[in-house]
């Protein structure tokens, strides 16, 4: 199995950065992707916002974040990070890394169903 933790949410006023983190620990599995999901109070569905290829530090952004966020990970640590700048009230959301071990198709990166682990989330609340 594979553990996953987040870390580094908080509160911050619009225009602020904040940088999370996500410590993966447990039985060596490959895990071709990793990224980082957001969910709001209340919604049933969790958006996927950013991640990365842990063969070819590939990344992937949905389109309302980019040139804000940033993925990255550092093998060496088994650590996934999301810079996440320029922030807005619509990013406000509990947010969850997850590794998946299947390749997936571009299309499908941003499918929750397709990734086995999880952690348990921490939260962004942005203010305006």
């Known amino acids: 199995q594979v553990q996953l933790v987040e870390s580094g949410g908080g509160s911050v006023q619009t225009g602020g950065s904040l940088t999370l983190s996500c410590a993966r620990s447990?039985?060596?599995?490959?895990?071709?992707?990793m990224t980082w999901f957001r969910q709001v109070p209340g919604g049933e569905e969790r958006e996927g916002v950013a991640g990365i290829t842990s063969d070819y530090e590939k990344t992937y952004y949905v389109d309302s974040v980019k040139g804000r966020f940033t993925v990255s990970q550092d093998a060496a640590k088994n650590m996934i990070y999301l810079q996440m700048n320029d922030l807005k009230p619509e990013d406000t959301a509990m947010y969850y890394c997850?590794?998946?071990?299947?390749?997936?198709?571009?299309?499908?990166?941003?499918?929750?169903?397709?990734?086995?682990?999880w952690g348990q989330g921490t939260q962004v609340t942005v203010t305006s």
């Open positions: 997850a590794f998946g071990v299947t390749l997936l198709a571009r299309t499908s990166v941003f499918n929750p169903d397709k990734y086995e682990f």
């Open positions: 447990g039985t060596y599995l490959r895990t071709p992707h």
